[in-house]
């Protein structure tokens, strides 16, 4: 596929099409390279017309706002699709939500709590778009997105717009059946009636106790690792008892707060991450006979 073919097809399209994009300042832990080209649809429409006309030629991903991410020095040969402001959208009828796929789940939480819906608070805790939590089934605290999710509208890379319920999500912790070849588009939930007053000290609650135990503004990705299944202690456990916590590769370290969150102490190499990474799975497998899954999704060329 030509660069000549993108530049034809630009002038189709309303939104944002840009070409040898930098990801580093894409995500949270401001580390990546380049992508081929960077598109921001204006709107569903807009998104159509793109797929439609890509005809699978490029590889495509899609990023919400980069909280989970870990994006390669070599960058993504492909497209790298961001979802603007026309995907940000909450709609609500009695105690059903529509919302768009870059709706931040904070601000999600605070909708449904100013119009008295419980099942919410948690994601009060949890950065990042509604979206990419749907993809991994993010949760904290005991509830996760699959409790409170109806269905999705997704679109293929044929421009094929379908809805899939619940039940056909698959849903598994950190974990579900949408694959890389279906963006949401849309995601509809469903809540229970309480009193506002009691939603928001749940999630104060909760929102002090995640800010007394994981970092705060420093350049990390989130959860590095799952909690494993066939343990009883949590990813970070078995970090800190394998001898890891103090690690460190290059210009990445683990959170002195938490061991389970990566930090960039500046200008760190997408290299010095993944060996950091492999380093601790050896030790912690070496230690405790565990295989730590990552959470963090690693994307882009070796």
């Known amino acids: 596929m030509s660069i000549n073919f993108y530049s034809e097809l630009k002038k189709n399209l309303q939104g944002e099409l840009r070409e040898n994009f930098d990801l580093s300042k894409s995500n949270w832990l401001g580390i990546g390279g380049k992508a081929n080209f960077f598109f921001k649809p204006k709107d569903l429409k807009d998104l159509q ?15 919400g706002s980069g909280s989970n991410l870990l994006i390669r020095d070599k960058g993504f ?12 959208y909450k709609k609500i009828n009695n105690n059903i939500i529509n919302c768009g796929p870059a709706t931040p789940k904070s601000i999600l939480a605070e909708y449904a709590a100013n119009n008295n819906l419980t099942g ?26 699959s409790k409170v999710v109806l269905s999705v509208t997704v679109i293929d890379m044929n421009g094929e717009i379908k809805i ?18 279906q963006i949401i588009t849309n995601i509809e939930m469903q ?14 609650n909760l929102k002090d106790k995640k800010d007394t135990e994981q970092p705060q503004k420093i350049k990390t990705g989130g959860s590095t690792f799952k909690n494993p299944k066939n343990s009883d202690k949590k990813a970070w456990q078995l970090i800190k ?5 103090d690690l460190r590769v290059g210009r990445v370290k683990l959170s002195n707060l938490h061991c389970n969150f990566l930090e960039n102490l500046d200008k760190a190499s997408s290299e010095d991450a993944e060996n950091l990474i492999e380093k601790i799975k050896k030790e912690v497998f070496k230690k405790t006979n565990v295989n730590l899954e990552l959470e963090l999704e690693v994307v882009g060329k070796k």
């Open 49 to 63: 017309i793109f797929l439609r006309n890509n005809n699978k030629h490029f590889p495509i991903i899609v990023i």
């Open 77 to 88: 040969d492909g497209v790298v699709i961001k979802f603007g402001k026309d995907f940000d």
């Open 120 to 145: 919410f608070e948690f994601l009060y805790c949890i950065p990042g778009t509604v979206a990419g939590g749907v993809v991994m089934n993010s949760g904290c605290y005991g509830s996760d997105i």
């Open 164 to 181: 899939i319920s619940n039940k056909d999500i698959n849903f598994s912790y950190r974990h579900s059946s949408l694959t890389k070849n």
């Open 191 to 204: 809540g229970s009636f309480l009193e506002n007053q009691k939603i928001l000290e749940i999630m104060k």
């Open 241 to 245: 008892e394998s001898g890891c916590a």
